[in-house]
Structure formats: C-alpha cells, structure tokens
C-alpha cells in the first residue's frame, strides 16, 4: 500500500477523522491516527498539542486541527499508516490512550511497534 505526502496546513487546515485513536509513542507524543473522513485514507497526526473533549477536537504541532468523528475505533488504513509511522520514526512502543484522554482513566493499551 503506497504512502503519500498530504495537502499542507495552509491548503488542509481541518481534517475529520472517522474510526481513529489516540496513541502515544514511548517519547510521550500523542497523536491521532484514523482514516480521513473524505476518502477513508488513512491518516497520522503529528504531536497532539491542544484536545478538547467536549468539541472532540484537537490541534497538533503543525498546526492543522483534527475533529474526530463518531466512536473510535481502527481500520486496516489506519494501522497500516500508523505502522508506517512508527518504523520511519523510531518508535518501537507506543499505547492507545484513547480512554485515558475522555474518562481519565489509568490503564493503557500497550504495544510494541514492529
């Protein structure tokens, strides 16, 4: 499955994201990865600097804003983009801290990045 470069902030400044997660890579980055509402590509954010839990909203460092759509969730575009990620980024653990970021709650889902 072939990676490509997305539009730039400028030209793309909002994005909804359907069947997505929050992940957090063992550096402590969180970041959205889910599918692009549009064309159901799937799609990895950069680090999460400000989410709002009641709009379901939340902008990362490059500045784009993500709303998240629907329940969470995952997708085979999703995983596959998010396994991309990881091995061009170094990482090799990472957790699902979606529950955490809505009920505060402690324990993760935990992974090792292949």
């Known amino acids: 499955m072939p990676v490509w470069r997305v539009a730039s902030v400028n030209d793309e400044p909002q994005l909804s994201l359907v069947h997505w ?6 550096a402590g980055s969180r970041h959205f990865a889910g599918q692009d509402e549009r064309d159901l590509t799937g799609r990895v954010s950069t680090p999460i600097l400000e989410f709002d839990q009641a709009l379901m909203r939340g902008t990362t ?6 709303q998240l759509v629907g329940p969470n969730g995952w997708s085979g575009n999703a995983q596959y983009l998010w396994e991309r990620f ?9 957790s699902d801290v979606t529950r955490n970021m809505f009920n505060g709650d402690t324990n993760d889902d935990s992974s090792r990045a292949d």
């Open 21 to 26: 997660k929050i992940l957090e890579t063992q």
């Open 61 to 66: 460092q490059s500045g784009r804003v993500y």
């Open 86 to 94: 990881c091995a061009l980024n170094n990482v090799t653990f990472y």
